[in-house]
């Protein structure tokens, strides 16, 4: 895999460079502000040194999940604005992604320029299951540069145009980005200091089951939380009353304690609350006493306790997925709990995940405190269980840049 430092050598002046930027940020619902700019910053060391290197760079990215077809709420408007600032130079959005107007204006780009394309998603073809058409959407947008650059970390597990077919037209090379979390995951796969300990939490224990078998062999200890405890809570035969739970995965995490019982953690206290909602009533319960009318939107303090205990002997953590739903002031303290006893390791700590490492800011923790904060939850999931990343795979093959 050749490196953006391999291209720079080469030399950029002048050449036109479309770089995959994962600036797939959370935006407030109501203003359209951007809420968390983390993906932003973590794309500006490679896009920054093409700039320096003379290069005319056309950047490519997703905002969110728009059906195929251009959508203004979806629009990235306000993360042209944001790059702009960031990078202290105005930075020009076209109004489509690789049509008319992607065309004149990166044929207009003077050297150290900076062009964003409108959301590849406005078009079905980059998330199509048919290569042709992805083919189709790939070869405009490879007519608007000389040379790809991957830097879309939380991307490469996507077999879409813009991070695979485009790669498989222009000579390409890895950003900065990718490179850095490439490192820090082989870190984790490759004999990790020990104790290893993972924390699972999010909503949805279906999304991270896969991940769950393939780490449960390899690490020393499992502390799940978030929405995704309960199904596991289920499994050892507590009741849940009305907190996340999907039925359907019931004998799967059965299994799973039956198998792997002495290294999965569970919590033992959960916040119970009346309403999902930030006025709800609520009350700390054991978890063999969750009230059938209540939902668990947190786990409680003791569990706090233990988590932290098993956190503090280890040498090597990954952290994905929000211990409860920290969106909400009173269902904060477990992720704000456990976010402290990651960043408190004497080791290597890792988060991984969009909402985690948003929790990490907006909970007003210290990002340096963190061995590192993976900008990609989905695609570090997929490289832990040992699957093949389609957008990594291809920057391996052929076509040196
Ligand atoms: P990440 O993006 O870090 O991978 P996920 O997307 O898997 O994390 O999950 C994040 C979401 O999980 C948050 O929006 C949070 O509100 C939700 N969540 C956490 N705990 C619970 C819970 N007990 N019940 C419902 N939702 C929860
Ligand atoms: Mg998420």
């Not at 020990?194 to 020393?220: H, N, Q, T």
């Not at 990651?342 to 907006?362: E, F, I, M, P």
Request: hydrophobic fraction near 45%.
């Amino acid at each position: 895999m050749r490196s953006l430092d391999d291209l720079l050598a080469e030399g950029v002046s002048g050449r036109r460079v479309l770089v995959r930027a994962d600036l797939n940020v959370p935006l407030d619902k109501q203003t359209r502000e951007i809420t968390d700019d983390g993906r932003i910053r973590a794309s500006l060391p490679s896009i920054q040194a093409l700039r320096d290197g003379g290069a005319r760079v056309v950047v490519a990215a997703h905002l969110g999940r728009p059906k195929g077809t251009p959508d203004p709420q979806f629009s990235l408007a306000p993360v042209a604005a944001r790059l702009g600032e960031l990078l202290g130079t105005d930075v020009e959005l076209a109004a489509d992604v690789a049509g008319d107007d992607a065309r004149a204006k990166a044929a207009a780009l003077g050297d150290g320029d900076v062009l964003l394309l409108e959301n590849v998603r406005f078009e079905a073809a980059e998330t199509s299951k048919d290569d042709a058409e992805r083919g189709e959407l790939a070869d405009r947008l490879a007519a608007l540069a000389d040379v790809y650059v991957d830097d879309a970390f939380g991307a490469v597990h996507r077999k879409h145009a813009s991070v695979y077919d485009v790669a498989l037209r222009l000579p390409h090379v890895a950003g900065r980005l990718v490179a850095t979390e490439l490192d820090v995951l082989t870190r984790l796969t490759s004999d990790p200091a020990r104790p290893y300990v993972v924390v699972l939490g999010g909503s949805k224990v279906s999304d991270k089951l896969a991940v769950i078998e393939a780490l449960l062999p390899k690490v020393d200890r499992l502390l799940v939380g978030g929405g995704m405890c309960f199904t596991f809570l289920a499994a050892q035969g507590h009741g849940v009353g009305t907190s996340l739970l999907e039925a359907d995965q019931v004998d799967t995490c059965r299994r799973l304690l039956a198998e792997a019982g002495d290294r999965i953690v569970l919590p033992v206290d959960v916040v119970a609350a009346s309403a999902f909602s930030a006025d709800a009533e609520t009350a700390v319960v054991d978890v063999d006493a969750i009230p059938d009318d209540r939902m668990g939107l947190d786990v409680g303090p003791r569990t706090v306790e233990v988590f932290g205990r098993e956190l503090g002997g280890a040498r090597t953590v990954f952290w994905n997925g929000p211990m409860g739903v920290f969106e909400m002031a009173p269902f904060q303290a477990g992720t704000r709990g456990v976010a402290q006893a990651v960043a408190a390791v004497d080791g290597l700590s890792v988060v991984g995940g969009g909402d985690s490492a948003a929790a990490v800011r907006t909970l007003g923790l210290d990002e340096a405190a963190y061995g590192h904060i993976s900008t990609g939850g989905g695609a570090s999931l997929e490289y832990l269980e040992g699957r093949e990343l389609p957008g990594l795979a291809v920057l391996t093959e052929g076509g040196a840049a």
